[in-house]
């Protein structure tokens, strides 16, 4: 009981959305959900909580997501191991095997909402963030790698982002890796005394990863390091060149960045990023890749896929920079009432009003006509509807322009004719 009174926040790195901020939240999922159905993609809702196997398995054991970041807990019911999900991609895998999806037809598929990872907070850095996924199951050709690369151009351009730039790279297949990853070891074991604890451990294990250090004294050895590039054989090589090819052919300007790995251990062919200088240490918006041995190793027929995962919260940093965000109007009308008959007539009134698609906020707390007027203008809303004694009597109410030059500021109408009145009014001076 000794707590009970005290205020309690949010877990750090988990953020509330306010209703600020919600609204450019909104439009930006609108306006997500709009460019996924342009390119036929539809969604596949999955849990949150998935079995902790699925991740270690599809993600990787030697990766920082499944080593350090996971939320996962044992279920005291039965005595599973659980764990909220950290990405999209293998629940997507497993929920697309165990209904059997692609085997008629490959899928387009998204999905959008939160996910979970241990990290340390920073700007562009949360433990619950949400992610944008898109995955396209059951293709296997260069095409469709650009498809989602191409869609990813054009989400850019319409939200007006510039500085935002692509690096791709290829990790061949599984043989091409392991011939890479032998030369790679032997390398590597020569810098042996100069790794720190994660790049000794991983050096057997995850030598690539060894690659990614951040330390600026390594920078030298991961630069002379032997590059999966040089051990792609044909098949793969053709591959990528068909990206290449078709990326040219669609005017989009990249990278090749041999250092390119991602984090997570599903890849093979195809990986890309998209990166920009303008939101700190934290500039990868989005990320993805070919993942065509997943679906087996998740226990299905074998089967090619390839996918990406875009930062919500990273996306809308961008996008609302420097940007003048017009606070969103709460509704259309809000209605003011005065006494008994006008509270009661006014809960009729506004259902009218929004019967005929009006968006409506009808008062209630303090009856001060004042304070109702104060609360009508922080609404935002076109007009206020005033129902006093007066308005009662004849049958009326007062109608009064909030942000609009309007000839008579404030007039009487007939209630019989107030939604026609206030749905001509917002269509003559209605810029939308
Ligand atoms: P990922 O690179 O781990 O890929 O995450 C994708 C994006 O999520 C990142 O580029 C970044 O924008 C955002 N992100 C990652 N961690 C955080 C964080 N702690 N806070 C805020 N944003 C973050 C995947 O998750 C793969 N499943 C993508 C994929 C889909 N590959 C194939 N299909």
């Known amino acids: 009981m000794a707590d009970t009174f005290q205020k309690l926040s949010a877990i750090r790195g988990m953020n509330d959305i306010l209703p600020g901020d919600s609204a450019q939240w909104d439009k930006l999922e609108a306006l997500v959900r709009d460019w996924l159905r342009s390119y036929g993609y539809r969604s596949l809702r999955t849990p949150v909580l998935e079995h902790t196997r699925l991740f270690t398995r599809g993600i990787g054991e030697v990766t920082d997501i499944v080593e350090k970041e996971m939320y996962s807990f044992t279920d005291s019911l039965n005595g599973e191991s ?44 949360y433990r619950q963030f949400h992610q944008i996924d898109v995955e396209a199951l059951g293709f296997a050709g260069p095409d469709i790698d650009v498809e989602l690369i191409l869609m990813l151009a054009r989400l850019w ?58 330390n600026p004294a390594l920078q030298t050895m991961a630069d002379g390091a032997p590059r999966l590039l040089d051990f792609l054989g044909p098949e793969s090589l053709a591959h990528f060149d068909g990206v290449k090819q078709r990326l040219d052919d669609a005017g989009v300007a990249y990278r090749i960045n041999p250092r390119l790995v991602r984090g997570l251990d599903y890849y093979n062919l195809t990986v890309f990023e998209w990166v920009t200088d303008r939101l700190g240490a934290q500039g990868t918006v989005c990320g993805g890749g070919r993942y065509d041995g997943l679906i087996q190793l998740l226990g299905g027929k074998p089967a090619p896929a390839v996918g990406f995962a875009i930062g919500m919260e990273r996306l809308l940093d961008l996008w609302t920079q420097g940007a003048t965000i017009e606070p969103t109007p709460e509704c259309d009308v809000y209605v003011i009432h005065q006494g008994e008959a006008g509270a009661r007539r006014a809960a009729a009134v506004a259902e009218t009003l929004r019967d005929a698609g009006l968006d409506v906020i009808l008062h209630a707390g303090s009856p001060s006509f004042k304070s109702q007027m104060k609360r009508a ?24 322009a909030l942000r609009r030059e309007a000839a008579v500021n404030q007039r009487r109408v007939p209630l019989a004719a107030l939604v026609d009145v206030i749905i001509a009014e917002l269509s003559q001076t209605d810029p939308d």
Do not use: C, W
């Open 82 to 125: 659980l764990t909220m999900r950290p990405e999209f991609t293998a629940g997507m895998v497993r929920a697309t095997v165990e209904h059997n999806l692609i085997y008629e037809r490959p899928q387009r598929v998204f999905a959008i909402g939160p996910v979970f990872r241990h990290e340390r907070p920073q700007r562009g850095r």
């Open 157 to 214: 351009r319409t939200l007006g982002l510039t500085d935002i730039r692509l690096e791709i790279n290829s990790l061949g297949s599984a043989d091409e890796r392991l011939a890479h990853r032998q030369a790679l070891i032997t390398y590597l074991e020569g810098f042996q005394d100069q790794l720190d604890e994660d790049g000794k451990r991983r050096l057997y294990t995850n030598p690539l990863r060894v690659l990614d250090t951040k």
């Open 377 to 400: 203008d922080a609404s935002g809303a076109e007009f206020a509807v005033i129902l006093g004694d007066d308005e009662i009597a004849a049958d009326e109410a007062s109608l009064k």
